[in-house]
């Protein structure tokens, strides 16, 4: 069996047969989520059963990580992902790409292929070249199966001590610093918590790789280099400040020298550079920045910008988003209209101000542009809330549904709009539907007294047989882990 698995790893994947099997790192986060879903045993790890643990690890990362949906960013960063796959051999999983929203310098692979990308990060590179470049690290990591390696390591480890170095990691992705760390170690043996490291092998053999990959993209290579010298500008003086990229990406000197000497070995063989659109990573930066950064930072970040660049339908855009963030509508209606003299099918923009619109009570204004911006901007879950809600108040009830139960379907996890969609229900006499929507509201608040209530309500309310089932099956479902929860607890007291 081993000997079947090492013959796989070193045909299907482009890794050098002599390389040091990675000790595992603390990806962040992520490493908790391995650790909390996936206890380790000492067998090794299949295919198979990677894509079954990337599946859980999904549904533990979807409630703790808060996943940005914004189609701009997102269809930005999965197009550089597929382009940098596209150079990759045939690969047993399919590459999936996310954004965190969390103001850190940190990037990591999940299990299967699950590839996440901090927001700060984002915001703190200067163009397309060097994100790609960790990107391409990442998908390196993915290809050589680091990750796998990790988790075959974590068989050696006791369950009460995976216990506690996930809480000290926890912690530590949560901003905890210094203090985290100390709970890791104290947690551990420090032979163990040196498992919980990539080697200095692993990361150079992702540069060497992911360099290979990127430059085959078309990407100028050097964007590797310089993301990593701009990541380790950021260490200053305590270690609660050096960047998470640096401690869950170890030997930065070393990578930064090796990286150095690969291109200018490769400088005369390397594939022709395709151009580069520098307003596409502009655009993602200032939608980073403007909706997810701290509005008084950012709101005088742009006003300057604005100063600097009066004519900047970004800086307008971005500053109208930061004044709406913070109440200011009207001045914020001013900027986003001087925003979309300039780019007037710009879908950030038009939903933008339709949710302005919108929030000053101009109803008629906000359905029609919000109408034009989902057109443009798809599934985009803000643009769709604020739509159907418009539509809520203008008495089209049809549409409202409409809206709301597209935005819900595609973004289970914005939990408003299935309060409003059961408004949008009762507002048309359909009482079943209502009562079932505010059941999951309630149920996805925690509120299970009340998700009962509105279930049971649900369930009087139909004769449909399929419905019924649909519902008692919502019921049974806060039942059963009511009484798991009861038996765990009663387990905990005795």
Request: glycine letters at 8%; a neutral charge; proline letters at 4%.
């Amino acid at each position: 069996m081993n000997k079947l698995k090492l013959t796989y790893k070193f045909n299907m994947f482009p890794c050098f047969a002599g390389r040091l099997h990675g000790i595992f790192q603390p990806m962040a986060i992520a490493l908790s989520l391995l650790l909390i879903i996936y206890p380790g045993s000492a067998a090794a790890i299949t295919i198979n059963e990677e894509e079954q643990l990337g599946r859980q690890f999904m549904q533990a990362a979807v409630k703790q990580f808060r996943l940005i949906n914004n189609p701009i960013i997102t269809d930005y960063i999965n197009r550089i992902g597929r382009k940098i796959v596209a150079q990759m051999p045939p690969q047993p999983f399919v590459y999936h790409f996310y954004v965190i929203k969390n103001d850190v310098y940190n990037a990591f692979a999940g299990p299967a292929a699950h590839v996440f990308i901090h927001s700060g990060l984002i915001a703190g590179l200067d163009n397309e070249n060097e994100l790609a470049a960790i990107i391409g690290h990442e998908c390196a990591h993915v290809a050589c199966r680091h990750i796998s390696d990790r988790i075959e390591r974590q068989g050696k480890i006791q369950i009460g001590t995976l216990a506690g170095m996930a809480a000290g990691i926890l912690l530590g992705a949560a901003g905890g610093g210094a203090a985290a760390s100390a709970l890791t170690l104290g947690s551990a043996a420090a032979g163990q918590s040196a498992m919980l490291s990539y080697s200095r092998a692993d990361e150079m053999q992702a540069d060497q790789i992911g360099l290979r990959y990127l430059t085959q993209s078309g990407y100028d290579g050097t964007g590797l280099l310089t993301s990593l010298n701009k990541i380790r500008a950021k260490q200053w003086f305590g270690s609660e400040q050096i960047p998470t990229y640096l401690t869950t990406h170890p030997a930065a000197e070393d990578r930064i020298i090796y990286i150095d000497g690969w291109l200018k070995t490769h400088e005369q063989t390397l594939p022709p550079l395709e151009p580069e659109d520098p307003l596409a990573f502009k655009r993602v930066q200032t939608e980073i920045k403007a909706r997810y950064g701290d509005p008084e930072v950012m709101l005088l970040d742009y006003k300057q910008q604005i100063e600097q660049a009066p004519n900047d339908p970004l800086a307008h855009y971005a500053y109208g988003l930061l004044l709406a963030r913070t109440g200011d509508y009207r001045r914020a209606e001013t900027h986003l209209k001087t925003a979309l003299g300039r780019r007037a099918f710009d879908p950030g923009i038009l939903s933008t101000l339709g949710m302005v619109y919108f929030l000053e009570g101009n109803y008629d204004e906000a359905g029609s542009i919000l109408t034009h911006a989902a057109a443009l901007v798809g599934d985009d879950p803000d643009t769709l809330f604020y739509l159907g809600r418009a539509q809520l108040e203008r008495k089209q009830i049809d549409a409202a549904i409409q809206s709301l139960t597209r935005l819900t379907e595609n973004n289970p996890h914005y939990v408003d709009g299935f309060y409003f969609l059961s408004k949008a229900y009762s507002a048309q006499g359909q009482m079943t539907p209502s009562h079932a929507n505010l059941g999951i509201y309630y149920r996805k608040q925690g509120d299970f007294k009340n998700a009962l209530f509105q279930f049971q309500r649900a369930l009087k309310s139909t004769d449909d047989p399929v419905e019924q089932e649909r519902i008692q099956d919502q019921i049974d479902e806060i039942l059963n882990s009511g009484s798991k929860k009861k038996r765990a607890s009663e387990r905990k007291r005795g």
